[in-house]
C-alpha cells in the first residue's frame, strides 16, 4: 500500500472544533488521500467552524431538522452514510467522540466492513444516563473502534478494563490543536456587546449550559445561581451565549434576562469563543469541551455536572465539579470571586490535556498502522 484514504465523519460543532485540525493534517500528507464527510447534525453552527478551518466537506448529508430527536439524528445518518461509503470506499473512518453522528458514523463503517478509528477514545462516567445519550455512545463506539486515540493516560486505562488494549494510542487531545489557530491576540468581536465588555476591570464569566441531563429543575437551579451570582458581586458581567435548543432558550430567557450585567448573546463561533475563553476571568459549563479548553487558556472551570468524564482535569486541579444544585454553585463561584489564592491555584495548575501535537500523533498513528511509516508515534505525556 502506498497511500491510505481515511475518511473523517462529524456533524456538530464540538466535533467539528476537534476534528477539523486532523482532517487538514490529513490533507496535508502525501501518504493520504483525506476525505471529509459531514452530517450537518448541527447546521449553522457546523458551518460556521468549516469556515473558520477553510474545510470543505468532500460529502454533506444535511441531516437536520426542527425538533430532530435522537432516533431522527441516528437513523437519518445511518441510511445517509451508505451511499457516502459506497461511493468513496476509504480504508478508514476516523470519528470523533460520543455524538448521535460518532456512533451512527462508525456502526455505518462497520455494517460496510471498513475499519473505525475513534479520536478522543476512553472517556467514561461510568453512569449509562450521564451525559445522556454520550456515555453509551462512546462504549458502543469502543467496541466497534480498531484504532482507538486517547487524549489522556487514564482514557487509555479505562479501555483496558474493557478489555481494549490493541491499537491504542495516547495522542493528546486534538482541541489544543485547534486553539493554536483560533486564538488571537487583541482580536475584535464580531459581537458586539463582547468589544464593549472591560476585561480588566470587570471579572467577566463564560456561562454555558445545554445537556440534555440538565433539562428541568438542574437547569432552573443553575440559572438561578447564576442570577444569584451576578446580583451578589457587583465587579461582574456574566455573559451566556444561549445554544438554540427551544428548552435551553426558554430557560435562560425565563431566569435570566433584564439584569444589566448578564448578557444573553446567539452562539459564538468557535473562534469568537475561543477568543473570549482567553480574555474571562473563569468559566461555568456543562460543557465537555471547554473543560479541555479553558486550563490550556489558564482559566479555571467550574463544572455544572454531577459527574464527569474528564477526571484528569479535576485531578490536576484545572477543573472543579459544582453539581447542578442551586447553593454548592454559587459557593464555589463566590470562593473564586473573592479568593485570589484559591483563584490563582486553579488559574496556574497544569493542563493534562495535550501539547498540540494530537493531530501529528494521529496521523502518524494511522500511517504505521497502514504501513506507511516504519515506527508508531511517542504517547503523549502529561
Known amino acids: 500500500m502506498n497511500s491510505a484514504k481515511v475518511m473523517t465523519v462529524f456533524g456538530t460543532r464540538p466535533e467539528a472544533i476537534k476534528m477539523a485540525p486532523l482532517a487538514l493534517e490529513l490533507a496535508r500528507r502525501p501518504e493520504f488521500e483525506a476525505i471529509c464527510c459531514v452530517t450537518a447534525q448541527h447546521r449553522e453552527m457546523l458551518d460556521s467552524v468549516l469556515d473558520i478551518f477553510q474545510l470543505k466537506p468532500d460529502y454533506d448529508l444535511d ?25 468513496a470506499r476509504p480504508d478508514l473512518v476516523l470519528v ?12 455505518a463503517a462497520f455494517y460496510h466492513k471498513i475499519p473505525v478509528g475513534h479520536v478522543e477514545a476512553g472517556l467514561r462516567t461510568y453512569d449509562k444516563w ?6 453509551i455512545n462512546r462504549k458502543l463506539v469502543g467496541s466497534i473502534a480498531d484504532l482507538h486515540f486517547c487524549p489522556t493516560p487514564a482514557n487509555r486505562d479505562n479501555l483496558a478494563r474493557e478489555s481494549i488494549t490493541k491499537n491504542v494510542f495516547i495522542t493528546g487531545n486534538t482541541v489544543i490543536d485547534a486553539l493554536h489557530t ?14 464593549e465588555l472591560d476585561y480588566v ?8 449550559c445545554h445537556r440534555r441531563e440538565n433539562y428541568g429543575q438542574p437547569m432552573t437551579n443553575i440559572m438561578t445561581a447564576l442570577r444569584r451570582l451576578a446580583d451578589a458581586f457587583p465587579d461582574t458581567e456574566l455573559v451566556y451565549p444561549v445554544h438554540l435548543s427551544p428548552v435551553v432558550q426558554e430557560a435562560a430567557h425565563k431566569y435570566l434576562d433584564n439584569h444589566p450585567r448578564i448578557h444573553l448573546i446567539p452562539p459564538l463561533d468557535v473562534r469568537e469563543m475561543h477568543n473570549l475563553m482567553a480574555r474571562c476571568h473563569l468559566v461555568m459549563t456543562d460543557s465537555g469541551g471547554l473543560q479541555e479548553e479553558a486550563p490550556a487558556l489558564d482559566k479555571p472551570v467550574l463544572v455544572l455536572r454531577k459527574e464527569t468524564e474528564r477526571p484528569e482535569a479535576v485531578a490536576a486541579g484545572t477543573v472543579r465539579l459544582a453539581g447542578v444544585e442551586e447553593e454548592p454553585i454559587f459557593r464555589l463561584a463566590s470562593q473564586l470571586l473573592s479568593d485570589r489564592s484559591e483563584y490563582d491555584k486553579m488559574a496556574h495548575a497544569a493542563n493534562p490535556y495535550g501539547d498540540g501535537q494530537a493531530c501529528r500523533r494521529i496521523a502518524d498513528a494511522i500511517a504505521w498502522h497502514f504501513g506507511l511509516r516504519e515506527t508508531p508515534p511517542e504517547a503523549f505525556s502529561p
Do not use: W
Open 130 to 135: 450521564s451525559p445522556y445519550p454520550e456515555e
Open 182 to 195: 483560533t486564538v488571537i491576540k487583541d482580536s475584535t468581536f464580531a459581537e458586539p456587546v463582547l468589544n
Open 96 to 107: 470523533h467522540g460520543d455524538t448521535s453522528t460518532t456512533f451512527a458514523g462508525a456502526l
Open 63 to 87: 441531516i437536520m431538522e426542527p425538533r430532530q430527536t435522537l432516533s431522527t439524528i441516528t437513523s437519518k445518518c445511518l441510511t445517509g452514510m451508505d451511499s457516502v461509503l459506497e461511493a
Open 201 to 208: 476591570n470587570k471579572k467577566v464569566i463564560l456561562v454555558t
